[in-house]
């Protein structure tokens, strides 16, 4: 009997979609896009649509802890991801879990707000997070409004913040890498940098901008960047795959409500298809 291959095992916690175009529903297709198995720890529910979120109700963080160590007993994982978490309960949790595998890869995606600007993060949770995440993350995935609210104190003009000046400031919360992503940016083109611990520019990629308004891209970019972790590229070259693949597939979204487009995960496999491959 031939051996049995296990693909890498990327564990994702994050709150569920019912759209299926962000969260944890747009994790877990990214994530076995790219080749990976999830695993899959549920932090909060919501009521959404591509629209908008309008309601969150947060899983108790007993539960969430548990849903963890059970698989993380049962399976070896080979990176974390990490998305919106739902209180400060479950960032205090899933901290202390996530504190028992330090060699493991963690990709950290702030999630502070929906696309539309319903409020997803509270001060009380964003202090949670650079007090008791940050430190633990190996790539952090701000786009530039989330990198300027993470570090913003009493004394900032936000807006004035340059980007590397917050990068900086993330790093010095703990984090090894920040990729600060421009897709918020007045430019005619999205400019993502990929900041080391130094504070140095590690990487920056340029991407044409596409038209539209995107639901779940954030979720889409930190997970691909967990997956090729998991593949086992180094941090500046799994960067770079999963931006790439990103970008795919937001240029192949589609808009199958009223709201925003979704990004299409499963882009290469209609690629195949449409050329003629196997179905």
Same mark, same amino acid.
């Given at each position: ?145 989330? *990198? ?75 997970? *691909? ?12 070259? *799994? ?41």
């Amino acid at each position: 009997m031939p051996p049995v291959h296990i693909p890498p095992i990327v564990l994702t916690f994050a709150a569920t979609d019912p759209t299926s175009g962000a969260g944890m529903q747009a994790d877990l297709l990214t994530i076995c896009a790219l080749g990976c198995h999830p695993l899959a720890v549920v932090t909060a529910i919501t009521v959404q649509d591509t629209a908008g979120v309008e309601g969150v109700t947060a899983i108790d963080s007993d539960w969430v802890s548990e849903q963890a160590r059970l698989v993380l007993e049962d399976m070896p994982v080979a990176a974390f991801k990490i998305g919106m978490l739902g209180s400060v309960e479950n960032i205090a949790a899933v901290a202390e879990v996530v504190s028992d595998y330090p060699d493991i890869p963690l990709v950290l995606d702030p999630v502070l707000a929906s696309g539309r600007g319903d409020e997803l993060a509270n001060e009380n949770m964003i202090s949670a997070l650079r007090e008791l995440l940050l430190p633990q993350t190996t790539v952090l995935t701000p786009n530039s409004a989330e *990198a300027r609210r993470l570090v913003q104190d009493d004394a900032d003009e936000t807006e004035d913040l340059q980007l590397q000046t917050c990068a900086q400031r993330l790093l010095g919360f703990g984090c090894e890498y920040v990729l600060i992503t421009g897709t918020h940016e007045q430019s005619p083109h999205v400019i993502n940098t990929l900041y080391g611990s130094d504070g140095d520019v590690v990487r920056t990629d340029t991407w044409e901008r596409l038209p539209g308004s995107y639901h779940g891209s954030g979720c889409t970019l930190a997970s *691909a960047i967990a997956a090729t972790l998991a593949n086992g590229l180094e941090v500046a070259e *799994a960067v770079r795959e999963a931006q790439e693949y990103t970008w795919q597939a937001l240029a192949a979204a589609f808009r199958p409500g009223m709201g925003q487009y979704i990004p299409d995960r499963f882009f290469w496999a209609r690629e195949v298809n449409e050329g003629g491959g196997k179905t």
